[in-house]
């Protein structure tokens, strides 16, 4: 393609809602032949809802006022679901996030951690009943989240998220022109599941507790495997396998990590626009060349 051409196209795209960073990107779009896909936050439309808590209120509410200090969905729920005038008036320090895991810090005299259940139950001791908490939400398609309080898993929460309406549609197009569509999340394996079930996805395709580092290294041995990688993803978890990428393509309202690491963002809520730009790059190809 031309430079003009690939300017105009770039231009188009953008009007679209897809901002391209460099011209040479919409090229390779022509020869993509895997997409990866992130769920919370991607496929979903990432505002989660609090469905459900087992287990002791106020260590719940301990872990909404630590949650107040992150952006992640998970945390924005969490706080939400507990107005400032609802929760004890306590100090929050020493807060540390972990990516794709979750967070930790001190709420007035207690150190409180919250995120992945298999990541808290490695430091922290948990009750059967409260295992089978997890198990539950995980089985009927719905995100856990454990709470550690002093050491002891004290409350499960169970949040749910929607998947983005344009979604089903959209894989079922990428799928239909040849493409391999995999999902790499950090959510339980089986919540992951029932999202893979809805899109038809062969069970390979969609992985569970995925970390940050395997999300990229997975992005590589694809690449490895001579495949060009399209990966679409909005958050701090998704910062490396997004650069790794042949294309890394950040959702509108993505984590300021995701949207630095991405060769493309999208300006317009949801995944709408990406079917203009595999569809409309190859196009603009084909007429210029
Ligand atoms: P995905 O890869 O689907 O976008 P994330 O990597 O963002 O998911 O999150 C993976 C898991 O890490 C979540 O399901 C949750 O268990 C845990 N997690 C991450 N950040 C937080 C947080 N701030 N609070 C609670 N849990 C968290
Ligand atoms: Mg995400």
């Known amino acids: ?124 001791t948990c009750s059967d009943r409260l295992r089978d908490a997890v198990h539950r939400a995980a089985t009927e398609g719905h995100t856990p989240v454990a709470v550690a309080v002093d050491g002891t898993v004290r409350a499960v929460c169970t949040l749910g998220d929607r998947l983005r309406p344009e979604v089903p549609a959209l894989v079922q197009s990428w799928r239909d022109a040849g493409h391999r569509v995999l999902i790499l999340s950090g959510d339980h394996p089986s919540v992951v599941q029932h999202v893979a079930d809805r899109l038809n996805l062969p069970e390979d395709d969609a992985r569970g507790h995925v970390s940050p580092a395997d999300k990229r290294a997975a992005v590589e041995s694809l690449r490895n495997e001579g495949h060009t990688v399209a990966m679409v993803g909005d958050g701090v978890n998704d910062a490396g396998a997004l650069q790794q990428a042949d294309i890394g393509i950040a959702v509108d309202g993505g984590a300021t990590p995701s949207l630095v690491a991405a060769d493309v963002f999208l300006t317009q809520q949801g995944l709408a626009p990406l079917d203009a730009l595999f569809a409309g790059s190859a196009h603009v190809m084909r007429v210029i060349k």
């Not at 231009?11 to 390779?28: D, N, P, W």
């Not at 979903?44 to 002791?56: A, K, N, P, V």
């Not at 998970?74 to 895991?101: D, F, K």
Request: charged letters at 15%; proline letters at 4%; hydrophobic letters at 40%.
């Open 1 to 124: 393609a031309t430079p003009l051409a690939l300017a105009v196209a770039t231009g188009q795209a953008a009007q679209r809602g897809i901002f391209i960073k460099s011209e040479h990107t919409l090229e390779q779009c022509t020869t993509v032949d895997t997409i990866v896909l992130d769920k919370t936050g991607t496929l979903t439309e990432g505002t989660m809802s609090l469905l459900d808590t087992e287990g002791d209120a106020g260590a719940v509410r301990l872990a909404a006022i630590l949650e107040a200090e992150s952006t992640h969905p998970i945390a924005q729920a969490l706080s939400a679901a507990y107005s400032a005038a609802h929760r004890p008036n306590l100090a929050t320090t020493e807060v540390h996030e972990t990516a794709g895991r979750g967070i930790t810090g001190c709420v007035g005299p207690h150190r409180v951690t919250v995120g992945r259940p298999d990541w808290i139950q490695s430091t922290a």
